[in-house]
């Protein structure tokens, strides 16, 4: 089965660690997304990939790392740099078609909290 | 500014039909997108419309108008299942950036 898998589910830290987020995709999309959703809040863009070796910054990118070495993975990190990193942290991904219109691919998430 | 309006929350009955407005202010328009997303779940994609006019796709149907800034997904015959957030989201031109607006929380009720 295709997907996009993301893990853990629930993530717990203490204030001031660095937390790496995980995301896999087995769909052969060549753009993957990371979001950041928080309770009456769409969706915010921290960082997207349209090809290996190669991401952007979205909206909030400041406290956030990311890599993209494979095709497959493209894992998030949460620096002790972000001021308020509790969040629901979504992956995407789509494949690079027609740009901004590809439908995207979501998958399960991550809970983070820190304590 | 880049905006996306669409109410907060909605209550249905089992049945019914709801529809969900989304209204937009964005730099650029390459299309709109809606995603059901259930507590705690992924955002799943529901329907994507490009150009002016109505997508029936079973239940649910999306209409767009570009000029009027406007659109609304209509769902017919409500399942307590359909009890979820329906997202409003807007592709830009020029790049990759998709807008999501904070999603109507829809309430089905028996």
């Known amino acids: 089965d295709g997907g996009i898998t993301q893990s853990p589910k629930y993530l717990f830290r203490k204030e001031g660690q660095n937390v790496t987020l995980s995301c896999e995709q087995n769909l052969n999309h060549d753009a993957m997304y990371w979001y950041r959703q928080d309770p009456g809040q769409g969706l915010r863009l921290i960082y997207y990939s349209q090809i290996v070796n190669d991401f952007q910054k979205g909206d909030i990118a400041e406290g956030y790392s990311v890599s993209r070495e494979k095709k497959e993975s493209f894992p998030l990190t949460v620096t002790s740099a972000q001021k308020n990193p509790t969040a629901f942290y979504l992956c995407?991904?789509?494949?690079?078609?027609?740009?901004?219109?590809?439908?995207?691919?979501f998958g399960p998430g991550t809970r983070l909290t820190v304590l | 500014g880049q905006n996306i309006d669409q109410p907060t929350e909605m209550t249905a009955t089992e049945g019914a039909i709801v529809q969900i407005n989304c209204t937009y202010q964005?730099?650029?328009?390459?299309?709109l997108f809606w995603y059901q997303q259930h507590a705690g779940e992924a955002p799943t994609f529901l329907s994507y419309n490009v150009l002016d006019g109505l997508e029936e796709k079973g239940r649910f149907s999306s209409f767009l108008s570009r000029s009027k800034g406007y659109s609304y997904l209509l769902l017919k015959e409500l399942q307590m299942k359909d009890s979820a957030s329906y997202l409003c989201a807007v592709g830009s031109t020029g790049g990759f950036k998709t807008i999501f607006g904070a999603g109507t929380r829809l309430f089905v009720k028996a």
């Open positions: 995407a991904s789509s494949p690079v078609e027609r740009g901004s219109t590809d439908t995207q691919y």
């Open positions: 964005t730099s650029g328009f390459n299309g």
